[in-house]
């Protein structure tokens, strides 16, 4: 799913100007609502409609990747609304991308065999086991991870959640693939799909702060773009181009200077280490001759592995774009076209979402007289939904316009959100072929109690 970023919306605050409740917009004159709780903004010309803070410079990765989304993101849209649904096809872009990935992994286990070599050959050498250890770990931090369960987070099986498994069967069955074999609850503003191990398990994540504020039609949908993500062949799901990412990032981690993470090196506490003044000018000379022939060392390599990390991710991003809005048809195809749009809205409430639960998780700690502390843990992701829902269509139209002008995406796999709701929106309106009905919606409450209980209880404790 994620898109969590395209929320400015504010609980509290009415802009930065001081305004009396009946002035006009001062750039075109029409009336202007005013809504103490959020942004006073005018339909009419778009005055402030976009007041929030701009958004953070993202690194040199972030930045690339977030313009491809852009690009592959209108470009698709203009296909899809021109030719219809078409699954991705087996063409020279993923053909490549499988090349590549399959080149990365032949890097880590060359490193390996070679460690294993060096450390047995030149045993009785001492600097060749030493190279040989360094590449064994070198090569162990590049392994492909084939992902597990957390160990200590809020884990369901088919028999401690019967309702919600039957649902989960029934938008498996109908976006035709295979069912779920584990569901995590946790306090993301997100839901998401994953393989664990050999076997390739099913794992559906939910955050319970997204779930909580979804109508039951709505959370059918929300289920049927993640199982859309098995069903349409989305190539960076897959294990190989996923894991082939990841050691990527891995080696561009290893190649980038320890010292431009100073400020992390501080917050671990290892600052003192690192307390050049306090040696001889001569020595302190040398210290920095040495980091800048590191540095020089270092970047050729970390420019060879950003340049094939760029090029795996332009060979996949946009096949992964391309899932996403099939996902968004065939969530349309289980829960309704009416509901995807719903939830793409709801998306756009994540910064409402995470300042409410703050406030809560404040309000709780800090003990204030006629607060009790037990009473918001007990009722914090009803109170959240009420307040979610209690958001007027004016705040909504509001959020729509910010996303339009920021373009927002959060990350390069997924099109602006604001593209993918005209897909929906737009196109044929879909029925509901899974109707998730009263009872059942109660009966899965039922069964999250104990998540909504322990997860209420963390976010209280650390937000
Ligand atoms: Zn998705
Ligand atoms: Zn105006």
């Known amino acids: 799913m994620t898109d969590t970023s395209a929320s400015t919306s504010r609980m509290t605050n009415t802009g930065d100007t001081p305004r009396k409740p009946d002035d006009p917009c001062p750039d075109c004159g029409a009336a202007v609502p005013v809504d103490p709780r959020f942004a006073t903004w005018c339909a009419a010309c778009g005055w402030n409609a976009d007041s929030g803070e701009p958004d953070p410079q993202p690194g040199r990765i972030g930045a690339f990747r977030i313009a491809l989304a852009r690009r592959h993101g209108e470009q698709l849209h203009e296909e899809l609304v021109r030719d219809g649904d078409q699954l991705p096809r087996r063409d020279v872009h993923s053909v490549l991308s499988y090349a590549l990935a399959g080149a990365v992994h032949l890097f880590t286990v060359a490193l390996a065999v070679s460690g294993v070599l060096l450390v047995v050959l030149g045993w009785n050498t001492v600097v060749q086991p030493v190279i040989g250890l360094v590449l064994l770990v070198v090569a162990f931090a590049l392994r492909p991870r084939l992902g597990r369960l957390p160990g200590d987070g809020v884990v369901l099986r088919r028999a401690d959640a019967p309702a919600l498994f039957t649902l989960l069967d029934e938008i498996a069955d109908g976006v035709g693939t295979r069912a779920a074999d ?31 504020t979804l109508a039951p039609q709505q959370r059918v949908a929300l289920l049927g773009h993640e199982f859309g993500h098995y069903a349409n062949g989305d190539t960076r799901h897959g294990l190989v181009i996923h894991t082939a990412l990841r050691s990527l990032v891995t080696w561009y981690e290893v190649f980038t200077p320890a010292r431009r993470n100073s400020r992390l090196v501080r917050a671990d506490g290892l600052g003192e280490l690192a307390q050049r003044a306090a040696r001889p000018p001569a020595e302190a000379g040398l210290v920095r001759l040495a980091e800048a022939l590191a540095d020089v060392l270092m970047v050729l390599p970390r420019l060879a592995v950003l340049g094939v990390l760029r090029l795996l991710d332009h060979l996949t991003v946009r096949s992964a774009q391309r899932a996403e809005y099939l996902a968004d048809r065939m969530a349309a195809g289980a829960g309704s ?19 409410d639960l703050r406030t809560q998780a404040i309000r709780a700690r800090t003990r204030l007289p006629g607060v009790d502390p037990k009473a918001v843990e007990a009722g914090l992701w009803t ?4 307040r979610i829902a209690s958001i007027p269509d004016r705040e909504y139209d509001r959020l729509r316009r910010v996303s339009v002008l920021r373009g927002h995406a959060v990350d390069a796999t997924h099109p602006p959100t604001h593209l993918r709701r005209a897909l929906i929106a737009d196109g044929g309106q879909l029925p509901a072929t899974v109707v998730l009905d009263t009872d059942a919606a109660a009966a899965i409450d039922g069964e999250l109690a104990p998540a909504h209980t322990r997860l209420a209880r963390e976010v209280i404790r650390d937000l």
């Open 383 to 386: 109170q959240l939904a009420a």
């Open 337 to 355: 076209s009416e509901a995807v749009v719903g939830l793409l809205d709801r998306l756009l409430t994540g910064e409402a979402v995470s300042n």
């Open 182 to 212: 584990a569901v995590v609850i946790d306090a993301r503003f997100n839901a998401s799909v994953s393989a664990y191990g050999w076997r390739r398990h099913r794992r559906v994540d939910i955050g319970l702060p997204l779930w909580a």
